[in-house]
């Protein structure tokens, strides 16, 4: 491993050192991960009354190393903190109520979960990792041997323990009784160096971990015990594994099929690694207990074998929650969260596409540290008393209580046609504000890509993919699904929206517009709707379509007739597929909007025609149509978004084949 710290800049302040050491420890994604590690700095400050009080600068939970800034490291009272080497035992949660009372400043974030380990040694700064090298070094056959073999009595070996008081107070005994060594690897778990400065204890990390990764260069390729299976669709085989692993919460999944990914799932020790688990229960609270190893015999239904290794799946987590629960204990849901297809890939399961992401990253670690532990002897873990006591421990089950509660299309799947602008693009944003995940389709792919942007900016991580996407082309609209399917793992919801406006009385009308009106409006629908029901299908877990039609199917207008007619289409279209799908859960409705000027390509179109049909100028438009109804409003293109989320979310799950006008009322479009 390269050692990142350039001379020089090992001179400003010791919490701007504290800071530089994080971020090149965060540049490590095999040292740290997704807010993994801790460090830290002792330093002398003064208390309210301006005594001399020594402190430590340690990092707060959860913060993400790589992007660190000074705000995120909590002081903590070290003359209040390092007495508490004395007692006998501390709970969890008394540890954590004490720490918050140990703060400098008390609105600072809650300092790490390791803040004793870091305290109870006596120097000045402190580096902790869960660097793959020392977990591959940890989870061996060989286990202490392979430590010693690699590093002599330069480290101090601690065995594994659950962080808290007692590991804390374990390591400042063993760091006591062994001045003169140069680091401490916990078994299992990680590397602790230490130095006068954050570089010192920097550089002695990055040597540790070197050696470490020299130790186990020489691993064994494993060879496959089965072949790429090239035959295999990955975008056929997403819905079916999403729609089991969605029966008990809906998730979205992650593919990876990357060289790494692949090989790693051809192993022909594939099971026996699953049953393992995860390296440290620091991952296993991403990754859950057990993997779920799925291979796809030539002949067997891809349904029914999903089926089958899910509900072997959940008998074998019941056995292992029943032989390590204590009485009263509540299970965890304990669905598997990497679905390895040996020959295909990984999948991983999140709540969210960002959850995914993370699970997917520390898979790909695992898969490294599995290989790497090869040449200690074999993959070997934590036995399953221990992996319990991570899964199931309190202070991190607490921490699941504190989340907010999910929006209402939280773990959904969405996709817009024609979401580049206007309703499209309102309809986006609001079905993301509720926490759906957004595959915008459109054939202008740089404004959709801008608005995907936005929506991962405000809502997060993978929330919004853009594809290109002709709805007048079976391929395109083959394809588009295709995408959502390997990014998502599937789609729950779809808002059929693309459409154009022809204008012309009959006898004007040329065959093209024509032509074109039902290309889009009529056909569009049709290829949008067969590829929705075919991936709903697949998935068994049910789906909303939503149809944007128009007030004009209710209520024809002249000099209109192309446009009235393919919309008259959609319409039926609507109905029928309501009919067809509401055997396996699917809904499909409408909605009727009207006059929607507000960044309309329709208007663009029609709105000279329409002006001069009305007899007045074209910025009189608007006016005219509020004045057209009922309510005497402007209608938005928020105002129909609003109509789509109702008919594409749960509050309207009793209501099928039906339309709702958005049109500020009126008389003649009245549905009956
Ligand atoms: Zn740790």
Redo the contacts with the bound molecule.
């Keep these: 491993m390269k050692n990142r710290w350039e001379s020089g800049d090992d001179t400003g302040a010791p919490i701007e050192q504290l800071i530089h050491q994080s971020r090149l420890v965060g540049a490590e994604d095999s040292l740290v991960l997704w807010g ?3 460090n830290s700095i002792k330093r002398e400050a003064t208390d309210l009354l301006g005594n001399p009080i020594p402190v430590m600068d340690v990092k707060g939970s959860g913060s993400d190393m790589k992007s660190i800034v000074a705000e995120q490291f909590p002081a903590v009272r070290l003359d209040w903190v390092r007495p508490l080497m004395a007692r006998d035992s501390m709970s969890d949660e008394e540890m954590v109520d004490y720490l918050a009372r140990c703060l400098l400043d008390p609105k600072s974030p809650r300092p790490s ?2 803040t004793l ?1 870091h305290a109870f040694l006596p120097f000045t700064a402190i580096l ?3 660097a793959d090298a020392i977990l591959a070094l940890t989870n061996n056959a060989g286990r202490e041997t392979t430590v010693r073999d690699c590093y002599g009595d330069e480290v101090i070996i601690v065995p594994y323990l659950r ?1 808290g008081f007692e590991l804390s107070r374990l390591v400042g005994e063993a760091c006591a009784a062994a001045p003169d060594a140069r680091g401490l690897v ?1 078994m299992n ?2 590397l602790i160096t230490w130095g006068d400065t954050p570089r010192a204890a920097y550089d002695v990390h990055i040597e540790l971990v070197s050696r470490a990764e020299s130790h186990l260069a020489k691993g064994r390729s494993v060879t496959g015990a089965t072949t790429r299976r090239d035959d295999i669709d990955p975008a056929t085989l997403a819905p079916l594994i999403r729609g089991a692993l969605s029966e008990r919460q809906r998730v979205v999944l992650r593919f990876d099929d990357s060289e790494e990914a692949i090989r790693f799932s051809m192993r022909p020790d594939i099971r026996q690694i699953g049953d393992a688990g995860p390296a ?1 229960p ?1 991952h296993l609270l991403h990754l859950g207990r057990y993997p779920l190893v799925l291979p796809l015999e030539g002949s067997s239904d891809p349904r029914e074998a999903i089926a089958n290794a899910l509900a072997e799946h959940r008998e074998r987590y019941g056995r292992y929650f029943a032989a390590n629960a204590g009485p009263g204990q509540d299970a965890l849901p304990g669905d598997p969260r990497e679905v390895i297809v040996p020959g295909v890939g990984v999948w991983t399961a999140g709540k969210d596409a960002r959850g995914s992401l993370i699970v997917r990253d520390i898979f790909r670690h695992t898969m490294a540290i599995v290989e790497a532990a090869d040449e200690g002897g074999g993959y070997r873990t934590l036995d399953d008393r221990e992996m319990f006591r991570g899964e199931y421990w309190p202070l991190e089950l607490y921490k699941l209580t504190l989340l907010p509660p999910e929006k209402e299309l939280a773990r959904h799947v969405a996709l817009v046609t024609g979401a580049a602008r206007g309703i499209g693009k309102a309809i986006a944003l609001r079905l993301a504000a509720e926490g759906a995940h957004v595959v915008l389709t459109d054939l202008d792919l740089e404004k959709s890509d801008a608005i995907a942007a936005e929506i991962r900016g405000r809502h997060g991580l993978g929330r919004a993919i853009a594809v290109e996407m002709d709805v007048t082309s079976r391929t395109s609209v083959a394809d588009g699904f295709r995408r959502a399917a390997l990014e998502f793992g599937g789609i729950d919801i779809v808002v059929s929206n693309a459409g154009i406006a022809r204008v012309g009385r009959l006898e004007e009308l040329t065959e093209s517009d024509w032509n074109d009106s039902l290309a889009v409006n009529a056909t569009g629908h049709f290829h949008v709707t067969r590829e929705a029901l075919s991936i709903m299908k697949s998935q068994g877990r049910g789906g909303s379509i939503v149809f944007n039609a128009t007030k004009n199917v209710t209520s024809p207008g002249g000099g209109f007739g192309a446009y009235s007619v393919s919309k008259a289409a959609e319409a039926q279209l609507c109905r029928i597929a309501a009919i067809e799908a509401a055997s396996f859960g699917v809904r499909a409705n409408m909605v009727n909007p009207d006059a929607i000027f507000e960044d309309s390509q329709l208007w663009e179109e029609i709105g000279a025609g329409r002006a001069a049909a009305h007899g007045i100028p074209l910025e009189q438009l608007p006016d005219f149509y509020r004045n057209r109804n009922l309510l005497r409003q402007p209608v938005t293109a928020e105002d129909v978004a609003e109509a789509v989320l109702f008919l594409a979310g749960p509050r309207s799950g009793r209501t099928t084949g039906a339309m709702i006008p958005v049109d500020g009322g009126i008389r003649e479009a009245f549905p009956r």
């Design positions: 993994g590690g801790n979960i390791e380990l902790h990792t869960h962080p916990l778990h990680g440290t620091d």
